[in-house]
């Protein structure tokens, strides 16, 4: 019986976390959502709900909700881009944005 050479590690493990992850968009979002958002933007926010292809973005802030109002279709465009979607069949309808509770406006 002939061996196969060993193979990374690595491979194993991406393969079962890929195996692992939860079905559905929320989970698919907040995947993709620190390489869409930017750094600075993904440490003071988090998708936390999804409905109807409405998904709710948790914010730091009442800045930080107002700012990415502003910025929702590009926003969700790159998102839908990292989810494969196409205009045809776009993977979320739209980005809602609401300050996190328990922590006031800085």
């Excluded at 930017?38 to 914010?59: D, F, K, L, M, Y």
């Excluded at 929702?72 to 996190?100: E, H, I, K, W």
Aim: charged share 25%; net charge neutral; hydrophobic share 45%.
């Amino acid at each position: 019986m002939r061996r196969l050479a060993p193979r990374p590690l690595r491979l194993a493990l991406e393969r079962a976390a890929a195996d692992a992850a939860p079905a559905g968009l929320l989970p698919r979002v907040q995947a993709a959502w620190p390489a869409a958002a930017g750094g600075v933007i993904a440490e003071e926010t988090e998708p936390v709900s999804e409905s109807g292809g409405e998904v709710r973005v948790s914010c730091s802030s009442a800045s930080w909700a107002h700012e990415l109002e502003l910025l929702a279709d590009d926003l969700q465009s790159q998102l839908n881009t990292l989810l494969g979607a196409t205009p045809q069949t776009p993977a979320m309808r739209s980005l809602r944005f609401s300050v996190r509770a328990g922590r006031p406006d800085r």
